[in-house]
């Protein structure tokens, strides 16, 4: 991003209807029934990206070194970024109730986020370097 001091949290949204576990050629991908995070069986994943192509937000990250995906999993339930967001008293990430709309609108590029966060710190005139 060229707009300065832009940084934000980039995770999954859990979209009902869970493009990256369809698009994954190896089934390396299920969804968790406690929490409906996306479950990586990194034994399994072959690196090859379709999960990246089919999330909307470009979401999942494969790791530089390992070659394997990494998708949030919520930590099984219990939030580490929220805590600590929360004991710093940022309080920007919270734990809300699942409601009854769609996640996937949620899942969305870096770049359409910056560009909106853009938008709201420095104007439209900011915004267009990014
Ligand atoms: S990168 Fe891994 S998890 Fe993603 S589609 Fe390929 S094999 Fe499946
Ligand atoms: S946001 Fe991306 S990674 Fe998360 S469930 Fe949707 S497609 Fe999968
Ligand atoms: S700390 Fe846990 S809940 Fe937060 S983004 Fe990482 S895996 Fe997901």
């Known amino acids: 991003m060229l707009a300065p001091g832009i940084e934000f949290p980039h995770f999954c949204a859990q979209c009902e209807d869970y493009p990256c576990v369809e ?3 190896v089934n390396a991908l299920s ?8 479950i990586v069986d990194s ?6 990206g379709k999960c990246i192509d089919a999330c909307p937000g470009r979401i999942p990250h494969l790791h ?7 998708i949030c999993d919520l930590c099984g339930g219990d939030p580490q970024c929220v805590k600590v967001c929360q004991e710093g008293l940022w309080n920007v ?10 996640y ?12 909106d966060l853009a938008v709201k710190i420095f ?7 990014v």
């Open 93 to 102: 990430l919270r734990i809300v109730p699942r409601g009854n709309y769609s």
């Open 123 to 129: 104007g439209e005139d900011g915004a267009r370097y």
């Open 31 to 38: 969804v968790s029934k406690e929490t409906g995070a996306v």
């Open 64 to 70: 530089p070194k390992e070659n394997k995906i990494l």
């Open 104 to 115: 996937k609108l949620y899942a969305r590029t870096p770049e359409e986020i910056a560009r």
């Open 23 to 25: 698009a994954c050629p």
């Open 43 to 48: 034994n399994t994943c072959i690196g090859c």
